[in-house]
């Protein structure tokens, strides 16, 4: 089992900035991929950013190229998203997301939420 707290939203206004902590405890953090989701109300989760169990790779959605920073610090065992240029649209509740794959089963473990609002 992998443990994430989730810290740092709240609100702020357009073109503002947050960053997202994600502090991971139970088992080997380096293990795990990591990822950021969000979800709004009324629409499905989805992911914003992901990044390897290294911090080598990153992916990102394209609503938040350019705008959003997602990195990990391994000795720390703490993943985060730097959020720039916030827009109202960004407004939803952000998960941490910890996956690995075992023998081609997938495991997800997630965090329970911290809210960015967004205001125009």
């Known amino acids: 089992q992998v443990q994430l707290v989730e810290s740092g939203g709240g609100l702020v206004q357009t073109g503002g900035s947050l960053r997202l902590s994600c502090a991971a405890s139970?088992?080997?953090?380096?293990?795990?991929?990591m990822a950021w989701y969000r979800q709004a109300p009324g629409k499905e989760r989805e992911e914003v950013a992901a990044?390897?169990?290294?911090?080598?790779?990153?992916d990102y959605a394209d609503s938040v190229k350019g705008r959003f920073t997602i990195s990990r610090d391994n000795a720390k065992n703490t993943a985060y998203l730097q959020m720039n240029s916030l827009k109202p649209e960004d407004t939803a509740i952000y998960y941490c997301?910890?996956?690995?794959?075992?023998?081609?089963?997938?495991?997800?473990?997630w965090g329970q939420g911290t809210q960015v609002t967004v205001s125009s």
């Open positions: 139970g088992r080997t953090f380096n293990n795990y991929a």
């Open positions: 990044i390897s169990w290294s911090g080598g790779s990153t």
């Open positions: 997301n910890a996956r690995r794959i075992i023998l081609g089963s997938r495991y997800d473990y």
